[in-house]
């Protein structure tokens, strides 16, 4: 029997079910621009900041950077496409979603509270999974990068868990795609330094005058990766816990069972009603065009003769510089204009993009073409992605957030990782023309969903 301490459903509190209109709401409509901007300099954008960096951190680890490391390693195209199938543990975190949003960690939960226990446990094993990371060798053995990228993962997608219930009840609903722009900015920042980052810490490892392939610079740079973390764990033991909601006590595991993992899903549903389809169809392609395109990126760049060096700066720095633009552009557009514009606006940049990549195969090693295609992709993945961030915020019910918020997230990246597994072997089949023109097509039936959806009436928080 389950202890009667495991919380349950909770207490008659107000349900906070956010509220989403197509239009700007009247609170940020009577406010001038000025008023806007200064919510990026509150104390709770300012730690989502850095709670950004910790998240975004370990995606590159286990995607981007790591292909780019394989292909040097002369793994192939098709085995990196599969490996990215590690990635579908951020599709499945719904499942342990609600182990994060009820179940306490011992010690670590009466000492830090809910969501910032399950934060530091998530960062803890992020940083031991990247030193094993660190000390693999790809060309012997692909199982222990599997495993390491899989722990990484796993570790990845539990903390995006508690942070975006730890995100969604410091706040507001006014400030939410204020605070979206400040994780995706922690978050970009954060990729700069696991994608320019650890490229330049491996080009700078390499012992000169050696030709080839160098392991030693790959385990210098994840190590250092490793170290990075660190910053995570101390941004959440400084941060402040989220005002505690109290929970009734279940009686036995049967009621915990139904409370924790039946009845967010079923909330939603209520709420929601003959429209929960289309939203979830919604969620569910969102990003299907970058998601998929995103896999062959980097093999493109190394296949199209581009150094370390350049793919640094221009794709991992000034790409990432340019998708904090986009995020903070779209933030404010979605406070101003109301989010399912912005949305739309989104969905239309983020396709019309992929097929400059397309373009930019048929032009060889060009460096100034590669930083306009950059400039173009990113700042359009920038304004989709605080949008959407802030449409799925307004979704969840606060009694929820977590379970709920994993549920929509895991959703947008199922059916884009599935079919990203397949990327190597088209780009092999097909070349990466066609592949950079089928993931722009890719992204059409998403126009027809949001419009589908900004038509919808969307329940009032009661």
């Known amino acids: ?30 406010k001038g621009w000025r008023s806007i901007w200064t919510v990026y ?12 960096f910790s998240a975004g951190l370990p995606l590159l680890l286990v ?43 011992p010690l670590l939960t009466r000492w830090l509270g809910r969501r910032r226990s399950w934060l530091l446990l998530s960062q803890l094993t992020i940083i031991c999974a ?4 660190a000390l693999t060798d790809p060309r012997v053995a692909l199982t222990p990068v599997v495993w390491c990228a899989l722990a990484v993962a796993f570790g990845s997608a539990t903390q995006d868990i508690a942070l975006d219930a730890y995100r969604i009840e410091s706040a507001d609903t006014q400030r939410q795609a204020a605070l979206a722009a400040a994780y995706q900015t922690g978050y970009r920042i954060a990729m700069i330094w696991a994608g320019a980052g650890a490229l330049w810490i491996a080009a700078r490892a390499e012992v000169a005058g050696m030709v080839g392939y160098q392991q030693g610079a790959w385990q210098t740079a994840y190590f250092a990766m490793a170290v990075s973390m660190l910053l995570g764990v101390a941004t959440v033991l400084l941060s402040p816990e989220p005002a505690a909601r ?23 549903l209520r709420r929601y009603g003959k429209h929960a389809a289309l939203i979830l169809a919604l969620i569910a392609i969102y990003r299907i065009s970058d998601v998929v395109m995103g896999i062959m990126a980097n093999p493109f760049y190394v296949d199209m003769g581009y150094t370390k060096d350049e793919v640094a700066a221009v794709t991992k720095i000034y790409g990432v510089i340019m998708t904090l633009v ?4 779209g933030g404010a557009l979605a406070m101003r204009f109301g989010v399912m514009k912005v949305l739309m606006l989104g969905a239309v940049l983020s396709a019309g993009s992929n097929l400059l990549f397309a373009w930019l195969g ?20 920038g304004i989709a992605s605080a949008a959407f961030i802030a449409y799925l915020s307004s979704l969840t019910n606060v009694n929820y957030s977590a379970t709920q918020y994993a549920l929509f997230s895991s959703m947008m990246l199922l059916l884009p990782k599935f079919l990203a597994g397949y990327s190597g072997k088209y780009v092999d089949t097909f070349g990466y023309s066609q592949f950079f023109t089928a993931t722009a097509v890719l992204g059409l039936p998403v126009l027809v969903l949001v419009w589908f959806a900004s038509r919808m009436k969307t329940p009032v928080a009661q």
């Open 63 to 105: 995607f981007g950077t790591l292909s780019f490391w394989l292909r040097e390693a002369g793994i192939d195209r098709t085995t990196i496409g599969y490996l990215s199938w590690v990635g579908l543990a951020y599709a499945f975190k719904w499942v342990w979603a609600p182990l994060v949003d009820r179940l306490p960690i």
């Open 1 to 30: 029997m389950m202890s009667a301490k495991i919380p349950s459903s909770p207490a008659p509190i107000s349900t906070a079910a956010s509220s989403l209109r197509d239009e700007a709401s009247p609170e940020v409509d009577n």
């Open 130 to 133: 990247l030193l094993g990371l």
């Open 246 to 268: 109290v929970f009734q006590p279940s009686r036995n595991a049967a009621e915990w069972l139904k409370s924790a993992l039946v009845e967010p899903f079923a909330d939603f």
């Open 326 to 329: 986009g995020a903070f552009v």
């Open 362 to 381: 048929t032009r060889g090693h060009d460096v100034n073409a590669l930083i306009f295609v950059i400039s173009a992709d990113n700042l359009s993945s």
């Open 41 to 52: 300099a509150e104390a709770a954008t300012l730690r989502m900041l850095l709670l950004g």
